[in-house]
């Protein structure tokens, strides 16, 4: 009949838990075992599957399934398995090592005699509790100008997750629409804000327009070039193109839009596989122990200095580029010019992250209409002199005003544990 726990659940329903055997991905990450390798972007999608290679089991190419796809693609048709949203996208704040995810937090319900209220809870793996423990519960600074304090709670103002060891973790779960396979599914996994971000968009408002269903869905994952400036930490200005995931659901009118999208999860009906009437809800489950190595080395390269409380690194360069584009985005609906921004980025530098929330918490409560008359009006009010200095300080970019601020959490802070 089955076993609980392992092939049925404690209802008698059948676990419909599906291995990831197929990798999807925009970057590579280095070689196993290779010591000076680092990973690299990429302008397209790339297929990898599960080898052994001597005694280790690592991603290597598919060309199998990329030659299907043409060569280096941009767009995929995907489908998906599950109606509830967190199986088929995963997201959270993580941090990642090669041994493991050791910190991670999402967001969660809290009901009191006040109402409802959302908050971050982080559950972190300690000395005393290798298991995982609430973090950061009543653990407090006991080294540097914090000492004695208490550490800051998952989100804002928490210590990895300005320095960018912390970073968000998206993982979206599918089968391919031209390499469709049975018993198993792909996997595409991403630490970018904006990717994040759109993929949880995108999928929300699929699933609503579509009366809340999901399994059987098709959509398009994109991978959508976009050039950002930044400055780096020696003050010279630099352009770059990144690549952000979005999942859309396209076609000339209504109608085929709406037919594109389900025709899978008819086909699936008529096979009884997947559907919304009563169909298998597939679930899927990682090992956390096999994913580590791969996901810590290929996007928290740093992720071994990790390990320690009492690392002191900064916003990677490769997400530097990327952050500071974000924050480049809000500052003209604040009445910000191009001089004011280069203060504050030049002001905040080792702070990146910070100054993000700061912008995106200001423009939250600031009327955008006010934003946006705000910003033409300082833009009319600009004397020819003040361009002239901005033109000469980019020139210039030495005599910027760079100075970072020092950073809260230095070599000399740790936690007690």
Known sequence: MGILGLTHDENGSALEKLPVTIKVAIGEGPEPGSQNDHPRRLDHFVFKRKTLRGQDVVWDPAPD?????????????????????????????????????KCHGEI??????EGLRFEMQATRRTQKHPEGEPWPGNYKYTEGAKKGQPVESCGDGCPDLERGDCRPSGDLYFILEKFPRL???????????RSVRNLSNGLMQIRRLNGGRLAGVKAVLKATPEKIWYRDRSGINHTSVVHILSLEVGGPDLRSLLANM?????????????GSNGGTQYVIREAE??????????????????????ADTSIAPNDEDEVIARICEPTPRLGYNDAKTKM????????????????????SEAPESIAARDSEATNRKRAPNERQHDISREANPEKSPTTAVSKECSLSEGFLF
Do not use: M
């Open 344 to 363: 504050l980025l030049g002001q905040q530098a080792g702070n990146l992250a910070g100054l993000e929330r700061k912008l995106l918490n200001e423009l």
């Open 65 to 101: 399934i990329a030659q299907v796809h043409g060569e280096k693609p941009t767009e995929l048709g995907v489908i998906f398995l599950n109606d509830d949203t967190p199986e088929v996208l995963r997201t959270q704040y993580a941090l990642w090592t090669q041994a493991g995810c």
């Open 289 to 310: 122990v096999e994913r580590a190595p791969e996901i810590a080395g290929e996007f928290y390269p740093n992720g071994d200095a990790a390990c320690s409380e009492l």
């Open 108 to 113: 969660v319900q809290i009901s009191n005699g």
């Open 262 to 274: 389900e025709e899978p999860g008819k086909l699936f009906q008529q096979g009884r596989s997947v």
């Open 183 to 193: 018993g198993a599914v792909c996997r595409l996994h991403t630490s970018s804000y």
